[in-house]
């Protein structure tokens, strides 16, 4: 999953980075609002953490300015300590849930976890497609209740797939979703993930989870409760 944070506090935002980052979440970040308002609008995140009181363009006129534009991005924001108002205007902005400062690293992975999988249709942590089940919150696979072991990058297209079952999903919204913004991008290592996923989660040949649509990219099959 690809995440943008927009924080002028740069200690903060790399904390925020270093968090998520452990949480194999893809992060971009911006200093500002009009930095933000540039990346949300050019790229394809799944979710947007933002602080309230930016320099350049504040917070809510950042949110606003999103949903005008009909981003439909989940956004959580950062307040401050005690201010009500901050929250009430940010949700009535178009935030979707909020955070406030000082804050534990713990709950807002939490928050983060929650909102994307709300935004997908999927209220619970543990998805299950047939034989396959991936716990969102530990980040485990198993197959037939037996753990499946993944890299963090074949983890993050599994994840994508599930999240996005029937849909059409060509490398670049792959490569997109599961790269930092200023990381290499070379959307052959996806053929490469994809192929070791089909190894470790049909080894048999017989499930066939992800199809591979020529000149299109790769469709998740099986039905995702």
């Given at each position: ?138 980040q485990q696979v198993w197959l037939h ?24 999903i060509s490398k670049t919204e792959l490569?997109e979703h599961i790269y930092d913004q ?44």
């Amino acid at each position: 999953m690809r995440v943008l944070v927009v924080e002028d506090e740069n200690l903060l935002a790399q904390q925020i980075k270093q968090q998520l980052q452990q949480q194999q979440f893809s992060v971009d970040i911006a200093a500002d609002g009009e930095e933000g308002w540039f990346k949300l609008s050019e790229y394809p995140y799944d979710l947007a953490v933002i602080d309230i009181g930016l320099p350049k363009l504040d917070g809510l006129a950042l949110i606003r300015k999103a949903r005008q534009e009909s981003l439909k991005t989940p956004i959580i924001i950062l307040t401050a300590r005690g201010s009500w108002q901050e929250k009430v205007e940010g949700l009535d902005a178009g935030a979707d849930d909020y955070l406030t400062k000082p804050f534990h690293t713990e709950e807002l992975m939490a928050r983060c976890n929650a909102l994307i999988r709300r935004a997908a249709g999927q209220p619970e942590p543990t998805l299950s497609a047939g034989a396959i089940a991936l716990n969102s919150r530990t980040q485990q696979v198993w197959l037939h209740d037996d753990e499946v072991s993944l890299t963090a990058y074949e983890y993050k297209v599994l994840e994508y797939f599930m999240l996005n079952p029937n849909k059409v999903i060509s490398k670049t919204e792959l490569t997109e979703h599961i790269y930092d913004q200023d990381f290499d991008l070379d959307s052959n290592v996806i053929e490469v993930f994809v192929l070791r996923l089909r190894k470790k989660l049909d080894p048999e040949g017989d499930i066939k989870p992800i199809e591979t649509l020529r000149g299109r990219g790769y469709r998740f099959t099986l039905a995702v409760a």
